[in-house]
């Protein structure tokens, strides 16, 4: 098979004052804001306009319309299914160095001239800063399309042996039906993960993306069809999950479901899936990355601003929306007083409001329904434990949560255990010379296992740690915040109640969107049944 191009992470540009990229991104922002734009279904290769009409907004600016985005119900499901079953044979059977090339002239398209347009479109509809949505939307998308064309390449050198005499190999297939790929709000580059992923592998997709993220999903759709993808293979349709879902599951030919988003939602996708079982031509494939509650656990031997760095960085960078945030943090008392006081500096020092403004590192939360959950967490904290910073709450103009730090004198509190979603990071104070029950009881407090963080410069205690902790979660960083897996550098997932542990930006994902074939070829077949032990003794 030809060989592909070795990937590389793409470089994280600055945005500093006076350079290309800023120049390029302000008038890319001025543009785009200046737009109200229409977002239809795309099915079957065709713009679909339904007239049900739903309002995609600037978070920190919610009474600006970007976007008016069609709602595509039941019926435009099951035109999707049909449409994608009739192209899923031709799509199979695409070469793999054609449907590589899809991806890695998307990725050079993304990252060249349409990369100011979708940092743009990232940062007003997913209220993001110019950091975030670089190492997002433009750096970590544009790695998951080259990477997993490495990653696909080096499967399918993955053959078995051939005694003397026979060829034995592997058959890569894509599933048979279609994958069901529902997607988040929080990352444009997970959104395109999930349905380009199995994509790659051959397989047909329907695509149901968060309706706060279409701005940005819809100019994306738009390179991969500049890159070549052909029409069909990908049905884009905005609308509401429950709805789209019982059409989908309810179809024979589901053959996987990809989601990302809350353990709720994906739990009630495996009931829906167990109550179909029955019908479905193949066993459904369910790869899920759901909730987090995330933790950094400090050792007495820590350094405190490095702790305090990472809980800056690690709870309330994108306001906390990341399902890796630091949530629950467990510090030494002998080191309490120094975190205690960096952090609540730092915090003070942070600007929060329109992410257009090049000083912000706190933009709002997605919509009203976030804000008003959070809001709920911060009550919570105000009659129940500590608030020492932050704690203010506006949604007047857009969704802003100001960053809150919350200490706890119970480490089972509800805001140790449960997901908020928001820049809120609650610590618990323990005695240094408990350190090993404070990792029994970090092990034990949540039911989520996505990741975590060590502090400390005992190597000893680091080992402990990563034992005691070793289900806890999936991606464990030592000495650093617990957010920022890197593809084709920390493969990421959880498990417990946060997913399947897929691993996204690795061969290991993509293994889950591929039916294995084995084909023995024997090239000079036996011609007599008898063995020869059959044989009598002369």
């Not at 019926?75 to 793999?96: D, M, N, S, Y």
């Not at 897996?485 to 997932?493: D, I, K, R, S, T």
């Amino acid at each position: 098979m030809i060989p592909v191009p070795p990937p590389r992470n793409e470089v994280v540009l600055n945005y500093g004052p006076g350079s290309p990229e800023r120049k390029q991104l302000q008038e890319a922002l001025r543009t785009m804001a200046s737009e109200k734009i229409e977002i239809p279904a795309w099915i079957d290769g065709h713009m679909v306009r339904t007239g049900r009409i739903m309002r995609v907004v600037m978070p920190h600016r919610h009474r600006h319309v970007l976007a008016e985005a069609h709602e595509a119900g039941s019926q435009e499901v099951t035109a999707a299914i049909e449409g994608a079953l009739r192209v899923a044979k031709e799509w199979a059977q695409t070469p793999f160095e054609s449907r590589a090339a899809i991806f890695l002239r998307a990725a050079e398209l993304l990252t060249g001239p349409y990369r100011a347009r979708i940092a743009a479109a990232c940062m007003l509809g997913q209220s993001k800063t110019p950091h975030q949505a670089e190492i997002d939307a433009i750096c970590e998308l544009a790695d998951f399309f080259r990477f997993n064309v490495y990653f696909l390449r080096r499967l399918y050198d993955e053959q078995p042996i051939s005694p003397a005499g026979q060829w034995n190999r592997l058959d890569l297939r894509p599933l048979e039906g279609f994958v069901f790929a529902v997607t988040p709000f929080n990352f444009l580059s997970i959104a395109l993960n999930l349905p380009t992923a199995p994509l790659l592998c051959g397989n047909v997709v329907l695509w149901k993306p968060a309706t706060a993220s279409l701005l940005g999903c819809w100019h994306v759709l738009s390179i991969l069809r500049e890159a070549g993808l052909p029409e069909g293979v990908l049905q884009m349709l905005p609308g509401h999950g429950p709805e789209q879902a019982q059409v989908a599951l309810a179809s024979p030919h589901l053959a996987g479901i990809h989601f990302t988003g809350s353990t709720a939602t994906f739990r009630t996708l495996w009931k829906g899936v167990a109550e179909h079982i029955e019908r479905y031509r193949t066993f459904p494939r369910l790869v899920g990355e759901t909730g987090g509650k995330d933790f950094i656990v400090v050792h007495p031997s820590a350094q405190p601003d490095a702790v305090a760095t990472a809980i800056i960085r690690g709870a309330f960078e994108y306001q906390g929306q990341k399902c890796s945030a630091a949530s629950r943090i467990y510090v030494p008392r002998s080191l309490w007083s120094a975190i205690r006081d960096r952090t609540i500096a730092d915090m003070r020092s942070l600007k929060m409001g329109d992410v257009a403004d090049w000083e912000t590192f706190i933009g709002a939360v997605i919509d009203a329904r976030a804000f008003a959950k959070i809001k709920g967490y911060i009550d919570l904290a105000r009659a129940s434990a500590r608030i020492l910073q932050g704690g203010h709450a506006d949604d007047s103009e857009g969704y802003f949560i100001e960053p809150t730090l919350v200490e706890v004198e119970d480490p089972f509190h509800p805001l140790m255990q449960e997901e908020i979603f928001g820049p809120i990071a609650s610590v618990f104070v323990y005695e240094d010379e408990k350190w090993a029950e404070i990792l029994e009881i970090a092990d034990r407090t949540s039911p989520y296992g996505l990741t975590g963080s060590i502090f400390a410069n005992d190597r000893k205690a680091i080992s402990q740690a990563l034992e005691v902790l070793r289900q806890a979660a999936g991606n464990i960083y030592i000495n650093d915040k617990p957010t920022g897996a890197v593809v084709g550098q920390q493969p990421f997932g959880g498990g417990r109640a946060s997913g399947t542990n897929d691993k996204a930006g690795s061969l290991y994902h993509l293994i889950r969107w591929l039916s294995p074939r084995a084909i023995k070829e024997t090239f000079v077949p036996p011609t007599d049944y008898r063995y020869p032990y059959m044989a009598r003794d002369e």
